[in-house]
DNA sequence: GTCTATATACGGATAGAC
DNA sequence: GTCTATCCGTATATAGAC
């Protein structure tokens, strides 16, 4: 607790930097010393594994996304539609600032299907909220068919995330720079409520 | 070259495998070995390096696949519409019994960009293919406004790999079982294409 | 071609000086 | 708290017998 800024917050800070664009298993201690600009040794010193350092920082993410979504979701301010907007929104934005974070987060899961799960498990703050309750409402004045809304919500995320999971691969093909991509996804934000809107109607 | 069924075979059998599930950095050629019952210095008596062996494997990998995608592009007896149909549930099908393949191919992509890439582009040979000559077609017929399909075959492909990526963590917050998240995207195999068609017609 | 034994390198972690 | 030096396990790769 010496420097203005820390060094064990500089470590999380590297950390969480070079696990999401290497991966856990190729990720050297070193690699995050060095990033940091502090010690190798001081790494041990604060977190005194790997494994720790891994587990505190990701904690940390998860945390910190699921509460802006929750935030959204629980808008008493705004109608279902205009939760879908901004939703797509923000994913987006977030996207467009950690491009790495989905592949990473996705691959690491597959290993570690508990650890990380277990700690913080907002399913039933989800069904709760306030997105859901207007759900509800939506196909009961509708007098739709009680339709299965997994579908429409994994069409969604898919469509949002999907796109930077495989932004290296459509950059290659398609010979678009960065910018460009990046261009595409903000056109995107307009896009996938409509498509998503439409998907619920015809249903 | 004594067995009937080679030890070098065995191995980029295994080895497949092993990649998959673990991706490259967490896997250990000793995982390999073991896997495919061979002792571990064949290995690198009939691949090199570990690094080699992946490469070779995973060319392989791409190079089936290619071919089978090509094969339903160029097929002159399906429509366009017929086409996505059955694009659709080949992906889908195909995923069901690789279900590691995406995410580790994905994420694995990233950290190589070039390599695999560089050596088998069939981006011309998509290009020529009789599915974009019906697609050119039918926009022209149409007369629609000449729109930009990258955000059909964009929505495409998400929808219907994100889910298998995002398999984990799906069954893990829904509590479905592996058989239903399975029956969930034999669902999807025609829903997908109505959804798609939507889009394209509402365009 | 296939094995055992081993060289070699690398990476996580710690001891101990300051 | 921060550094240098080092230990030690593990993983790739190879030498050499059979």
Redesign the interface.
């Known amino acids: 607790m010496k420097k203005n800024k820390s060094a064990e917050e500089k470590i999380k800070e590297a950390a969480r930097l070079v696990f999401t664009q ?5 990720t050297r201690t070193r690699d995050i010393a060095e990033a940091s600009g502090v010690n190798l040794a001081l790494l041990n010193y604060y977190f005194k594994s790997k494994e720790n350092l891994f587990d505190i920082v990701m904690l940390e993410n998860i945390k910190v996304f699921s509460q802006s979504v929750l935030a959204i979701l629980n808008n008493p301010g705004t109608t279902f539609f205009e939760k879908i907007e901004i939703l797509v929104g923000h994913y987006i934005d977030m996207m467009i600032e950690n491009p ?1 974070m989905p ?2 987060f ?2 690491e ?3 570690n ?1 508990k650890k990380l ?1 277990s700690k913080i498990d907002h ?1 039933s703050k989800f069904k709760e909220s306030i997105m859901v309750q207007q759900w509800k409402e939506l196909i009961k004045t509708n007098k739709r068919s009680a339709f299965n809304p ?2 429409i919500i ?2 969604t ?3 949002i ?3 930077f ?2 932004n ?3 950059r ?3 010979g678009m720079s960065q910018e460009e991509f990046n261009t ?1 996804m903000l ?2 934000k307009k ?1 996938v409520p409509v ?1 998503i809107i ?2 619920i109607q ?1 249903n």
Do not use: D, V
């Open positions: 290497k991966g856990y298993a190729a790495e592949i990473f996705l691959s899961l597959k290993g299907p799960f399913r997994q579908h994994l069409n995320i898919s469509m995330i999907f796109p999971i495989a290296p691969m459509i290659n093909r398609t595409m056109e995107r896009l498509w439409n998907m015809n």
